[in-house]
């Protein structure tokens, strides 16, 4: 069954620790991308990867961390300096840059 | 930067009814606008893409639209049903290997 697996569906986290969100796809898609959602804010960027050991970051990515040391993975590591992390996250890929996106069905993070 | 708008917010219709929705993008050099629809809880699901040399991309009761030159695309939505009521965001992938930019995204209601 072709498609993106994020996992888990629900986590929660104390204050201090880190967490970490897994992504993976076996569409073999070079390009994947995290992204928050928060009520009213749509999705923001985190980060993103175009080619295994390469990433760059997005727009809100201090706090947080990534690898791709696999084409199929890309793990999205919430860190304790991450000052508001409950939100909704998502993880996408595309073939390459600028093709269809397809996105995994989230991980909904909350800090207990 | 690229910026993407989606109005209105929210939009409540009668099960029939033919609807636009509407997307606006600051900068008019995109490589593609994409249509995801998303259900609550849920990850996005990809309607439609719209390359920039197309005018227009159909599925089913979907019809989206594309101008460049006045930076708006529309999502037609014909004969609408309760099933569609879920949450619309476009976004652009502008020239280069940037990320797709998101609207906040319309929240239908389609009412029996």
Redesign the interface.
């Known amino acids: 069954d072709g498609g993106?697996t994020?996992s888990p569906k629900y986590l929660f986290r104390k204050e201090g620790q880190n967490v970490t969100l897994s992504c993976e796809q076996n569409l073999n898609h070079d390009a994947m991308?995290w992204?928050r959602q928060d009520p009213?804010?749509?999705?923001r960027?985190i980060y993103?990867s175009?080619i295994v050991n390469d990433f760059q970051k997005?727009d809100i990515a201090e706090g947080y961390s990534v690898s791709r040391e696999k084409k199929e993975s890309f793990p999205l590591t919430v860190t304790s300096a991450q000052k508001n992390p409950t939100a909704?996250y998502?993880c996408?890929t595309a073939q390459v840059?600028?093709t269809?996106?397809?996105?995994?069905?989230?991980t909904?993070l909350t800090v207990v | 930067k690229q910026e993407v708008t989606q109005i209105p917010a929210a939009l409540s219709v009668p099960e029939g009814e033919n609807l636009v929705l509407n997307c606006s993008f600051t900068d008019s050099a995109i490589?593609?606008l994409?249509w995801?629809r998303q259900d609550p809880?849920?990850?996005?699901?990809?309607l439609l893409?719209i390359q920039s040399s197309q005018r227009e991309q159909t599925s089913g009761r979907l019809n989206a639209s594309l101008d460049k030159s006045s930076g708006r695309s529309t999502l037609y939505i014909a004969a609408s049903q309760p099933g569609d009521s879920a949450t619309y965001?476009c976004?652009s992938?502008d020239s280069g290997?940037?990320?797709?930019v998101?609207?906040?995204?319309t929240r239908l209601s389609v009412i029996a």
Do not use: D, M, V, W
């Not at chain 1, 009213?40 to 999705?43: A, E, I, K, P, Y």
């Not at chain 1, 269809?100 to 989230?106: H, K, L, T, V």
């Not at chain 2, 290997?97 to 797709?100: G, I, S, V």
């Open positions: 993106i994020q991308y992204y009213g804010q749509g999705l960027l993103y175009q997005g909704f998502l996408a840059a600028h269809e996106a397809f996105f995994g069905q989230g909904r | 490589y593609n994409q995801f809880g849920k990850g996005l699901t990809s893409l965001l976004a992938a290997n940037t990320p797709l998101f609207g906040k995204g």
